[in-house]
């Protein structure tokens, strides 16, 4: 088997190969390393390597699955977003704030990774402390989309984006505070899933905005995602938003026909701004599920338009009490010169925080100061409960919701960088399931051409009640039976991808 189909394989084939002993972890391993030292100096994917640590984990797999003591997920390689602290690896958040930081423990979610007995490939770029939609924020520079080098992946799990589709890792890790895994797997065709707030916990993933930030997988398929949920799922009493909920078998649905599922189609999510080739694409995915048996019906989220100005009220507010704790005393950048305390806090977060990160800050510490709590953060407050209140009313008439992911394809890089609005409004079709704390995935659709002939990958976004994780992900499986978006991958020996 060649190396270029055997990254294509499932997590469920690697498992079989594995288990099968016809392939070694180590050997599996290895190959995604020679993928990462060939392409990623390209795409710009990883952040942090450790060769040594990987294979050495990846050993041990290889003894575990000797034993006959193996997890569906031991000895495969998944990449790690930069956010989660990992026990002796650099862990940026892709930040100069952070550049030199070695996390001294593990978040929950590589505990749950290294009890399963998967391998830790790599840190993945990002946008600095998660807040963008490009990642182009980041300290360690832009990463490229593999489908055109010019396009960003989308943000801010740029770097596990590109590390998927370009397949430099079998599946890798994601965090969404309001799209951050479902955008990015929309520009660049994958399937990624936020699941419902409070199921993945937060402890060890460095926080952005605490009542908005969930981890969760991005992979190539629903059935590769469902594995991954199986492992990064449950309760951690070290996080108090962790839910304690009976462990759940994210695959046990997978194969459940879709007659009689109603799927609601927002109005608000077809409406102006919606670029009209992303729009027929997304028109085809739902006339499949019509040949799937699925009922069509007509809802709306009258809130949606609001979505956006309540999360960047919200959002920063909790950035700038977050980040607070970056004053170059105990962990951090410090300035190599200050004259006093005042001065030595003042320099080191202005040397270590980058613009956007700056102005999320300023914006968050204004509506939080006296004389505009009320005015601004109490009222997003309360118009996020009307968000959420829509979906309660959405889903006493429909099983699942349906529309874009993105408003666009990937757009170029540099494009919307200094129009931080335009750069906002990429994420309108997500931000009210992370205000509203329900489950969202996107799924690969098809291809849009650009202006430029580019062609672009399109996802479709899945949006589910509250725990309903496992019948989001039999609807996306059922699709992917009947269509192969999700198979395709860039050629990455291409100048610019798939052109």
Same mark, same amino acid.
């Given at each position: 088997?060649?190396?270029?189909?055997?990254?294509?394989?499932?997590?469920?084939?690697?498992?079989?190969?594995?288990?099968?002993?016809?392939?070694?972890?180590?050997?599996?391993?290895?190959?995604?390393?020679?993928?990462?030292?060939?392409?990623?100096?390209?795409?710009?994917?990883?952040?942090?390597?450790?060769?040594?640590?990987?294979?050495?984990? &990846?050993? @041990?797999?290889? =003894? *575990?699955?000797? #034993?006959?003591?193996?997890?569906?997920? %031991? !000895?495969?390689? +998944?990449? $790690?977003?930069?956010?989660?602290?990992?026990?002796?690896?650099?862990?940026?958040?892709?930040?100069?704030?952070?550049?030199?930081?070695?996390?001294?423990?593990?978040?929950?979610?590589?505990?749950?990774?290294?009890?399963?007995?998967?391998?830790?490939?790599?840190?993945?770029?990002?946008?600095?402390?998660?807040?963008?939609?490009?990642?182009?924020?980041?300290?360690?520079?832009?990463?490229?989309?593999?489908?055109?080098?010019?396009?960003?992946?989308?943000?801010?799990?740029?770097?596990? &984006?590109? @590390?998927?589709? =370009? *397949?430099?890792? #079998?599946?890798?890790?994601?965090?969404? %505070? !309001?799209?951050? +895994?479902? $955008?990015?797997?929309?520009?660049?065709?994958?399937?990624?899933?936020?699941?419902?707030?409070?199921?993945?916990?937060?402890?060890?993933?460095?926080?952005?905005?605490?009542?908005?930030?969930?981890?969760?997988?991005?992979?190539?398929?629903?059935?590769?995602?469902?594995?991954?949920?199986?492992?990064?799922?449950?309760?951690?009493?070290?996080?108090?938003?962790?839910?304690?909920?009976?462990?759940?078998?994210?695959?046990?649905?997978?194969?459940?026909?879709?007659?009689?599922?109603?799927?609601?189609?927002?109005?608000?999510?077809?409406?102006?701004?919606?670029?009209?080739?992303?729009?027929?694409?997304?028109?085809?995915?739902?006339?499949?599920?019509?040949?799937?048996?699925?009922?069509?019906?007509?809802?709306?989220?009258?809130?949606?338009?609001?979505?956006?100005?309540?999360?960047?009220?919200?959002?920063?507010?909790?950035?700038?009490?977050?980040?607070?704790?970056?004053?170059?005393?105990?962990?951090?950048?410090?300035?190599?010169?200050?004259?006093?305390?005042?001065?030595?806090?003042?320099?080191?977060?202005?040397?270590?925080?980058?613009?956007?990160?700056?102005?999320?800050?300023?914006?968050?510490?204004?509506?939080?100061?006296?004389?505009?709590?009320?005015?601004?953060?109490?009222?997003?407050?309360?118009?996020?409960?009307?968000?959420?209140?829509?979906?309660?009313?959405?889903?006493?008439?429909?099983?699942?919701?349906?529309?874009?992911?993105?408003?666009?394809?990937?757009?170029?890089?540099?494009?919307?960088?200094?129009?931080?609005?335009?750069?906002?409004?990429?994420?309108?079709?997500?931000?009210?399931?992370?205000?509203?704390?329900?489950?969202?995935?996107?799924?690969?659709?098809?291809?849009?051409?650009?202006?430029?002939?580019?062609?672009?990958?399109?996802?479709?976004?899945?949006?589910?009640?509250?725990?309903?994780?496992?019948?989001?992900?039999?609807?996306?499986?059922?699709?992917?039976?009947?269509?192969?978006?999700?198979?395709?991958?860039?050629?990455?020996?291409?100048?610019?991808?798939?052109?």
């Amino acid at each position: 088997m060649s190396n270029s189909h055997l990254t294509n394989l499932s997590l469920k084939q690697f498992g079989d190969l594995l288990q099968s002993k016809k392939i070694s972890s180590v050997e599996l391993t290895q190959m995604f390393l020679h993928r990462i030292q060939q392409y990623n100096p390209s795409i710009n994917a990883y952040i942090a390597l450790d060769e040594g640590k990987t294979l050495a984990q &990846a050993k @041990a797999a290889d =003894a *575990r699955i000797a #034993a006959g003591n193996a997890a569906p997920l %031991t !000895g495969i390689p +998944i990449a $790690q977003k930069d956010i989660f602290c990992a026990k002796g690896w650099q862990t940026t958040c892709g930040s100069k704030m952070l550049a030199n930081f070695i996390a001294p423990y593990d978040a929950h979610v590589i505990t749950l990774f290294d009890a399963a007995g998967a391998v830790n490939l790599g840190k993945t770029n990002m946008d600095e402390f998660a807040m963008g939609s490009s990642n182009e924020t980041s300290y360690f520079g832009g990463v490229k989309n593999p489908w055109s080098f010019d396009r960003v992946p989308g943000g801010s799990s740029g770097g596990s &984006a590109a @590390a998927v589709a =370009a *397949r430099l890792c #079998a599946a890798a890790t994601g965090t969404d %505070t !309001g799209g951050s +895994i479902r $955008q990015p797997a929309s520009l660049c065709g994958f399937t990624g899933l936020k699941p419902t707030y409070g199921v993945v916990s937060r402890f060890g993933m460095i926080a952005f905005a605490s009542s908005l930030d969930q981890a969760g997988p991005m992979a190539k398929s629903a059935e590769d995602c469902a594995l991954m949920m199986n492992v990064m799922a449950g309760f951690d009493e070290r996080d108090s938003t962790s839910l304690n909920r009976e462990k759940e078998d994210y695959s046990s649905a997978l194969h459940q026909p879709l007659r009689g599922l109603r799927i609601g189609l927002p109005k608000e999510f077809f409406a102006e701004g919606l670029d009209a080739d992303v729009g027929k694409v997304i028109e085809n995915a739902i006339a499949e599920y019509k040949k799937l048996g699925a009922e069509i019906i007509e809802i709306s989220l009258p809130n949606t338009g609001l979505s956006i100005p309540v999360y960047y009220v919200l959002a920063p507010a909790e950035a700038s009490s977050n980040l607070s704790r970056y004053d170059g005393v105990r962990y951090g950048h410090r300035a190599a010169e200050y004259t006093d305390l005042m001065d030595m806090y003042c320099k080191s977060r202005a040397e270590g925080f980058g613009a956007e990160v700056k102005r999320r800050i300023l914006i968050g510490t204004y509506v939080l100061s006296a004389g505009y709590y009320d005015a601004y953060y109490l009222k997003a407050q309360q118009i996020r409960r009307l968000i959420a209140q829509d979906f309660v009313e959405a889903f006493k008439q429909c099983d699942v919701i349906m529309g874009p992911a993105a408003p666009s394809t990937a757009f170029k890089a540099g494009e919307k960088v200094d129009d931080p609005v335009a750069m906002y409004l990429q994420d309108i079709y997500t931000i009210s399931t992370n205000l509203a704390g329900l489950p969202g995935m996107s799924v690969p659709a098809g291809f849009s051409q650009s202006v430029d002939g580019k062609t672009l990958p399109v996802g479709l976004q899945i949006i589910g009640n509250y725990f309903d994780e496992a019948r989001m992900l039999n609807v996306a499986h059922q699709y992917q039976q009947v269509t192969d978006w999700h198979t395709q991958a860039p050629n990455l020996n291409m100048p610019e991808g798939i052109t």
